[in-house]
């Protein structure tokens, strides 16, 4: 399982934002650069359509494979009591034929995605990931040379924690809070001080009201 | 990563598989001088697609018949992927089998066993083992793995198996045993593997092993 938060921020603002962390958590930021496709089933294939990701790390020397399984996020009384998305996810490292495999089997591209900017990971009850990225998308298949931004002037802020479902109570916030309370409630999480002047969308409660 | 080699016992025509040739060949084992170590055991899993609509002949064929999935003793925390049709072998961590029940587009048919003792002899470890489906005591063939511990380079090892396996097969031919271990030739290089050896070449050989099992040997009508 994880506990996820989204949000936007100007470009502008990055820089504050990459800062800060760096400086509170206690460890280094991490380059990011993912090449993310999201593959579909044919139809008929499978008890009911399925979807799964497979990331490949374009940072690493030697490219490395991760397939992912995100599953529908909680719902019902005990979901609105959190402020956060808490969904099921699986991933697995994979060698790099994957993606022909996952052909074989009878799934199809369905889109891809390039996601370049940085990451901090650390341990507070659960691990802890905030990755700052902008998204891109290719115009031609598998081209991450020809990339263009899917938004330009903003990139995603993604704050995840895994959990498991006894203990996802220790990362989502209690009550219902507005976007910037929540904000500073993550960013307590993440044992930082919400002085920074940036603008920080939760894409949650922009899809609420 | 040493070399291994993954045989299976061939009944002469009109014979099949039992546990006698397995104990036979664990006393065999024993004879060269081979030290006990242990049991040790793998699990194979033959998948199948599931479709939604069962009478629609939308892309049946297309779907692979020889999809299998193994985990193996030495790697726990692994598992393997193999469409042998395709070429095609994935390591994968073992948290995949996870990830593929969420997907709920293949389902494991047919599970089996592998499971026996191992022997260590010098600079090779022996492994004998019976193959049965899973909740079953119904054998369905025999496999032997041969380790050369020493190298990891499939041709330099070569020479070294093969006079290895000549051994074994004297060794065996003095019991008057209705069959023999073969080994079957294969070229990784189909399979996008190189010359030092990995537990991904194990995955296709015992991918390879079952599909000339199933075409040759008679299961056994009880172990």
């Not at chain 1, 993912?34 to 044919?42: A, Q």
Request: proline share 5%.
């Amino acid at each position: 399982m994880e506990c996820v938060v989204q949000g936007i921020i100007e470009t502008q603002h990055v820089e504050a934002l990459e800062i800060l962390p760096q400086g509170l958590c206690g460890v280094q930021r991490e380059r990011l650069r993912v090449h993310e496709l999201t593959l579909k089933s044919l139809p008929n294939l499978g008890v009911v359509p399925s979807e799964v990701r497979l990331l490949c790390d374009l940072d690493q020397p030697e490219p490395t494979w991760t397939v992912k399984h995100v599953g529908g996020s909680m719902r019902g009384a005990g979901a609105d009591q959190i402020s956060v998305m808490v969904r099921t996810m699986i991933q697995s490292k994979v060698s790099k034929n994957a993606l022909r495999m996952f052909y074989s089997l009878g799934y199809k591209l369905d889109h891809e995605l390039l996601k370049v900017g940085f990451a901090f990971h650390f341990q507070r009850n659960a691990h802890i990931s905030v990755s700052v990225s902008s998204v891109s998308k290719m115009p031609k298949i598998h081209a991450i040379d020809e990339t263009v931004p899917v938004t330009p002037g903003m990139q995603i802020v993604n704050v995840t924690a895994s959990a498991t479902p006894e203990n996802y109570g220790l990362c989502t916030c209690r009550n219902r809070l507005n976007p910037w309370e929540l904000c500073r409630q993550l960013l307590r999480l993440l044992h930082l001080l919400c002085r920074m002047e940036v603008v920080l969308h939760c894409k949650k409660f922009e899809a609420k009201s | 990563m040493p070399v291994k080699w993954v045989l299976y016992w061939q009944p002469n025509q009109g014979s099949t598989v039992s546990t006698q040739i397995l104990n036979e060949a664990a006393q065999c084992a024993e004879s060269i001088s081979g030290v006990k170590e242990g049991r040790w055991k793998a699990t194979l899993n033959y998948y199948k697609p599931l479709l939604r609509d069962q009478s629609s002949t939308h892309h049946p064929d297309s779907l692979p018949r020889d999809f299998l999935g193994i985990s193996l003793p030495d790697h726990p925390a692994k598992y393997y992927f193999i469409i042998r049709s395709q070429r095609i072998v994935v390591e994968a961590d073992a948290s995949i089998q996870i990830i593929m029940e969420k997907l709920q587009s293949y389902k494991s048919k047919v599970s089996l066993h592998f499971d026996g003792f191992q022997y260590h002899l010098g600079d090779f470890r022996l492994r004998v083992g019976r193959v049965v489906p899973v909740h079953s005591e119904s054998i369905r063939g025999i496999v032997m793995e041969v380790e050369y511990l020493p190298i990891s380079s499939m041709e330099k090892a070569r020479k070294v198996m093969e006079e290895f396996v000549e051994i074994w097969h004297e060794a065996l031919s003095k019991r008057s045993l209705s069959g023999k271990f073969v080994n079957v030739e294969l070229n990784f290089g189909e399979f996008g593997l190189a010359d030092n050896y990995t537990p991904q070449h194990t995955g296709v050989q015992y991918a390879i092993v079952m599909a000339h099992m199933i075409a040759t040997v008679q299961p056994a009508v009880r172990g």
